[in-house]
């Protein structure tokens, strides 16, 4: 299904299929891929991305940043995680500047202990 739907996608739907199909492959219980494939997969879709960055929405640029960090802070390579997580955050402040993005306030008592 997700073969097919990527064949006539926009490019936003593209990138939402070309990472569910990734991280599907990188899932499935007899996969043989190992963090460093999940990782090459995610930066062959971010070099897509560049190509194509007026057609694709911010949204979906830092869900693909998001996985990029989470992959490095699991492989240990924290200094890479943070580089991403602040490139992350220079894109996600306008959004929540302009009211796109839907988040609830904490107050410091109610905010996840990390």
């Known amino acids: ?9 926009t490019p936003t739907l593209s990138v ?3 990472l569910n199909m990734v991280l ?5 219980k007899d ?6 494939w999940l990782l090459d997969n995610l930066y062959s879709i971010e070099g ?13 640029k830092a869900v693909l940043l998001y996985n990029i960090a989470l992959v490095h802070y699991q492989t240990k390579n924290l200094v890479k995680a943070v580089a991403i997580l602040e490139k ?11 009211g796109t993005l839907d988040t609830p306030s ?6 996840p202990l990390l």
């Open 1 to 9: 299904l997700l073969n097919t739907m990527s064949s006539t996608a």
């Open 16 to 18: 939402k299929i070309q």
């Open 24 to 28: 599907c492959s990188y899932l499935k």
């Open 31 to 36: 996969s043989d891929h190992d963090l460093e």
């Open 48 to 60: 897509k991305l560049s190509k194509d960055s007026e057609d694709v929405d911010d949204v979906e």
């Open 88 to 98: 992350l955050f220079k894109l996600i402040e306008p959004l929540e500047e302009g």
């Open 106 to 111: 904490l107050s410091p008592t109610q905010a």
